[in-house]
């Protein structure tokens, strides 16, 4: 029999296994595609039941980032419903720009869900917000947002950057709190090390984000991070950064810049360390003004060239941001670097008592002394002519730092030097030497 014959009797005979091994290759095929993760989470949720999928075994993740869908807005009238189409636009406009997250236009893509409400009355609008774990179909936050709509586009403003802002804070706290060990966890803890007011805390973060330099050289929001924490200094000390972690952090922002041109985080990061620790304002409000390019409702952005405009270009403009708490600032933030500003930018408009009410109140907001607003304090305390509580910040400064000077201070970073000497003056008015 010649091997034509051969072959023709046998694929008469085995039609059926020709049929699977067909099939097969077909299936595979169609896994390989975008298609086929559907097929496979169809297939998944057919296979294993809710009574037959065992609880234990933990959610492997695919993607380094948290997916975030966002339901469809609802509201409790015909003008509520028409309200939250709006808002429902910009705040998915704000997550989809957001770096460290991903959002999902499929509920079954999503690691975590967002669901809001909005319910008028009159001109007020109250909108609910809620955030579903998707692993275990758990609700693990929800926050409550008020704003008068008569002005309905800073309404939707306002409730955007709340919106967009705590859906982006919970949905990383809830990532970074998973039970696991992977580099994107470590990361995020690393991150949320930066909201500490303790200063130890930020030297345990930098010593683990070391570790992680050479196999994530490229990673840039590792590079971002590392350098907002080598800015220890600029947020709990009183010095200039020395040289080396200088070089450091200018190094590390600029090379997450460059390996992620749409990072808002990264911008913000680079802004900050060319406005407090270079003095270079131009750079600084280049970079700022990059990041909210890219996402016009981050807070931190906003906050950073708010803070900007109080030292440099346009003190009552900066000033009315900042004084907006309730517009422009999440339940998450600590607000005390922001209410210092309020107090350094009256200090330049001259209005002392003013500035030493807002300086008592950084500090009673953030239940910590840390020593930037200890400074502020004692010079607003100084000028304000109030020797209590000049005397009460200046003791505080020597205990925490028995060698400080005013002549060892950084210089705080105010454009004109005559603002800058104005401070120095109530520094020696409350006593520092």
Request: hydrophobic residues 40%.
């Amino acid at each position: 029999m010649d091997w034509i014959t051969f072959i023709t009797n046998w694929f008469g005979e085995n039609e059926s296994v020709l049929s699977g091994i067909a099939a097969f290759v077909v299936i595979t095929g169609l896994l390989l595609t975008s298609f086929g993760r559907y097929l496979k989470i169809f297939l998944a949720k057919t296979v294993y039941t809710v009574e037959t999928s065992p609880s234990e075994v933990n959610k492997i993740r695919q993607a380094s980032k948290p997916a975030i869908y966002i339901e469809a807005f609802t509201g409790n009238s015909d003008e509520a419903r028409g309200f939250a189409l709006e808002l429902n636009e910009d705040v998915r406009r704000a997550v989809t720009n957001f770096t460290g997250s991903i959002l999902v236009n499929d509920v079954v893509l999503a690691d975590y869900i967002a669901y809001i409400n909005v319910q008028l009355t009159g001109s007020h609008a109250r909108v609910t917000l809620r955030l579903q774990d998707c692993d275990n179909n758990e609700d693990f936050w929800s926050g409550r947002f008020e704003a008068d709509i008569e002005n309905k586009f800073e309404a939707i403003d306002q409730l955007s950057a709340k919106l967009s802002g705590s859906i982006r804070y919970e949905v990383s706290i809830r990532f970074t709190n998973r039970e696991d060990d992977s580099f994107e966890v470590e990361l995020g803890r690393i991150g949320f090390a930066m909201i500490s007011l303790d200063p130890s805390v930020w030297d345990d973060a930098r010593i683990s984000a070391e570790k992680w330099l050479d196999e994530q050289s490229e990673n840039s929001m590792l590079q971002a991070i590392y350098g907002g924490l080598l800015m220890r200094e600029i947020s709990h000390g009183y010095r200039p950064l020395n040289d080396e972690d200088s070089e450091k952090a200018e190094r590390a922002l600029r090379k997450a810049v460059t390996l992620n041109k749409r990072s808002d985080f990264a911008h913000t990061m680079l802004g900050r360390y060319l406005f407090y620790a270079r003095l270079d304002h131009a750079g600084a409000r280049a970079s700022y003004s990059r990041s909210l390019d890219i996402n016009p409702l981050y807070t931190i952005g906003v906050k950073g060239l708010a803070i900007f405009d109080i030292f440099a270009d346009n003190t009552e403009r900066g000033l009315e941001l900042c004084k907006d708490t309730n517009a422009s600032t999440q339940r998450f933030e600590i607000d005390e670097q922001a209410m210092r500003s309020v107090a350094a930018g009256e200090i330049k408009l001259g209005n002392f008592d003013e500035a030493l009410n807002w300086a008592e109140q950084a500090i009673r907001h953030a239940g910590a002394e840390t020593t930037p607003s200890l400074i502020i304090l004692a010079a607003t305390a100084g000028l304000a002519e109030n020797k209590i509580a000049a005397t009460r910040a200046v003791n505080s400064l020597k205990e925490k730092h028995p060698e400080i000077t005013i002549d060892a201070l950084r210089r705080w970073p105010y454009k004109d030097d005559a603002d800058w000497e104005l401070f120095v003056t109530g520094l020696r008015k409350a006593g520092l030497e």
